[in-house]
């Protein structure tokens, strides 16, 4: 092991590297990639020095075209240079690329892969932007999980340096660089031992230098263009091997083995799935559930996507496979297959040996849920009588037929985690408690914890649904959770607008802000959310969080209530020890905000437990009924699809719904009125100045 264990999310992981391992950073800041930059720059004003023993250089300049100009400008002036984007950020750096990669200059661009705007724009994970960068010239590494991250930053910058080719470094949007994960952090002292710091130097030499002038930038005639592009072939026959050899200096530092391919699951497998991104842990999770249960199935883990190493694959793959299905978070539009599909197709032509059967799908675009019942629909499609040779998964699509049927009520997840769900309101501080309880938890006990917080596109005002998971064993639920031990809604509006109680466990707890008493629960709460709590015998506590927070000049503030709750009844840390740790991060947090502050937050922590009130559930509500009321036809629009997607069921509308070039019509925010502030602003005309 070389460093100590934090909980950290992909973003700051991949930034740790970054920082240390590089003497200037240009940026521009664009979702989900903005917050390298911002705990970058954080970073070099607190004094952190870096490998080389100084501060990052941190520029943000006017647009992503610019950032990565910069990069070119500061790589040809000798100084080692990263930067970080996403989506169509990385679409702008592209001209540059092919300079940076033509002129073999090595440096590492870090990307939160995301959707492109195509019919509409979307700052969800999907591969669409790397993909559209694979001609670039770039070597391109893919991490799957938050420590992957730190694992396989690190392998490509030292790769970098030793191949002289660019690299880029991805990770799925959202899914890997905002979820928090409890992972080994590697030292920057053990990062400088491995560094190549004789073709550190050798760089440093290749610099423009008035003292040795030189010519580059040139342009050439059609007699020497084709040769010139040919001459760096060999750069990139050798980086396989330079990436290996950098993944097994990193193995032997960290205890954790990475190959261009890692194979996992049965090695005699018939039915295998290759696939990179955080997909792969999904993956491995449902591997390892079917395995147990002797079926013969396996998965193939792309690490290094560019340069493509045909051998590496070929000897991944298990001799028994019969069927392969590659599956890409991509769409390719009127292509063969999509980019991962096609390159699995020509290594099999390439070494001229009988391929098995192949199929290829796409799953995942713009953060779409892939959890472990869509991955066994991709190995069942596979056993089929007549498999779909390309197929979409995690949709249903009834007009050009090609999605696969998924059992949803198949399950993955090891037995033991402790699943929690809560529904916040954007801004509320809901996302921030929770990111808190899982440092708290994470690095205070024995505990593996991973967060994932799902957003709708309106942030403040929105709704947020946190997933917090605490378990024995690494966690790879690279999904949301669909069975919750525990449920909070910091809204009270949400019992008449969601179906907040959807998943729950039997036995499982729900926790509920609401200024609303026992009686009054009967007249506030849906029919069927009273039957559910009966029929499931749940646990059923109420706070008024909203009032409290008031009461202690916290304003709308309920975070500290509503996790002081949380540990109160989740169970993963005794109470005593919880509040202790509880009180130390509000120090930390809010210490810079002055005393006041972190006393208003701990007064709040103090006076929250004797608030918490177990509502008892009655035997009546057996026999209760009646959902969330409907709301009056408006137009087909609106009542097919607006209404739908406002409800959290816009994964259950089929593609036949959609416009096909993506224009909706106009005037339908009147048809919204979410109605989720919890209190309301009232006009007072006599104190109004106009």
């Not at 590297?17 to 607190?46: C, F, Q, R």
């Not at 705007?117 to 559209?132: K, N, Q, T, Y």
Request: with cysteine; glycine share 8%.
């Amino acid at each position: 092991m070389s460093g100590k264990m934090k909980t950290i999310d992909g973003n700051t992981a991949a930034c740790h590297v970054a920082y240390g391992m590089s003497e200037v950073a240009t940026i521009y800041p664009i979702t989900p990639s903005s917050p390298l930059g911002e705990i970058a720059d954080s970073w070099a004003v607190a004094g952190r020095k870096n490998i080389f023993n100084e501060l990052l250089s941190i520029k943000q300049m006017q647009s992503e075209a610019g950032a990565a100009g910069a990069v070119h400008g500061s790589l040809v002036g000798g100084a080692v240079t990263t930067t970080f984007t996403a989506s169509q950020g990385l679409l702008l750096k592209i001209p540059n690329m092919y300079k940076i990669a033509g002129e073999l200059l090595p440096c590492v661009f870090h990307v939160t892969a995301r959707s492109l705007s195509a019919h509409a724009l979307s700052i969800f994970g999907d591969h669409a932007d790397v993909m559209a960068a694979r001609q670039t010239g770039f070597a391109m590494l893919a991490s799957s999980s938050v420590q992957e991250v730190m694992d396989l930053a690190l392998v490509a910058h030292l790769a970098t340096m030793d191949a002289s080719v660019p690299f880029l470094h991805f990770y799925d949007g959202f899914r890997t660089s905002h979820e928090i994960q409890k992972i080994e952090v590697i030292d920057y002292e053990d990062m400088a031992k491995l560094f190549n710091w004789d073709a550190y130097w050798a760089f440093k030499k290749r610099a423009i230098n008035p003292e040795h002038p030189d010519t580059r930038g040139t342009a050439q005639n059609p007699d020497i263009y084709f040769q010139s592009r040919e001459a760096g072939n060999k750069y990139y026959v050798a980086t396989p091997a330079v990436v290996t050899k950098c993944m097994e200096k990193v193995g032997e530092l960290t205890g954790r083995k990475y190959h261009l391919f890692d194979y996992i699951g049965d090695p005699e497998a018939e039915r295998v799935i290759v696939c990179m991104g955080s997909g792969c842990e999904a993956i491995e999770e449902t591997v390892n559930a079917l395995t147990a249960r002797g079926e013969k199935v396996g998965a193939v883990k792309v690490r290094l996507y560019r340069p493509f190493d045909i051998d590496a694959f070929i000897a991944a793959v298990p001799v028994t496979a019969k069927a392969v299905t590659i599956l890409d978070r991509t769409k390719e539009p009127g292509s063969v297959g999509e980019p991962l599909f096609t390159d699995v197709c020509a290594a099999y032509i390439d070494k001229e040996i009988v391929p098995p059967k192949i199929y290829g799908g796409r799953y995942g675009l713009s953060s779409k849920e892939f959890n472990p019942a869509m991955v066994k629909a991709v190995y069942d499609n596979m056993l089929a009588a007549v498999p779909k040779k390309h197929f979409t998964v995690g949709i249903n699509d009834d007009v050009t037929h090609h999605s696969l049927p998924v059992d949803n009520t198949f399950r993955a997840e090891p037995k033991g985690n402790i699943r929690a769900k809560f529904w916040g309101l954007g801004s509320d501080g809901t996302v921030g408690a929770n990111q808190s309880a899982i440092k708290i938890i994470g690095d205070n006990t024995e505990k593996y914890a991973q967060g994932y917080f799902a957003y709708d596109s309106k942030k403040s005002g929105g709704i947020t649904i946190s997933h917090l998971r605490f378990g024995n064993v690494p966690i790879k639920s690279t999904y949301m959770i669909n069975e919750a031990d525990f449920i909070a809604c910091h809204n009270p509006t949400y019992v008449n607008i969601y179906e907040v109680l959807e998943g729950i466990r039997e036995g499982g707890t729900f926790l509920l802000n609401s200024p609303w008493s026992a009686e009054e629960m009967e007249q506030n709460l849906p029919g069927d959310m009273r039957k559910t709590l009966h029929d499931k015998k749940l646990r059923f506590y109420n706070v008024d969080a909203i009032n409290l927070a008031q009461d202690m000049g916290l304003g709308g503030r309920i975070n500290m209530i509503m996790q002081t709750c949380f540990f109160q009844l989740a169970n993963v840390l005794p109470i005593d020890e919880a509040i202790a740790l509880l009180k130390k991060d509000i120090k930390k947090t809010f210490g810079k905000k002055g005393d006041h502050i972190v006393e208003m937050n701990i007064n709040a922590v103090d006076n929250t437990l004797a608030k918490l009130v177990e509502i008892k559930v009655p035997a009546s509500w057996a026999n209760a009924s009646g959902g969330i009321a409907p709301k009056s036809p408006a137009n087909e629009y609106v009542d097919k699809v607006m209404r739908p997607v406002q409800a959290l069921k816009g994964d259950e509308l089929p593609v036949s719904v959609f416009s096909r070039d993506g224009v909706y019509p106009t005037s339908t925010a009147r048809f919204e009125k979410r109605g989720v502030a919890v209190s309301v602003p009232e006009w007072l005309p006599n104190e109004c100045i106009q």
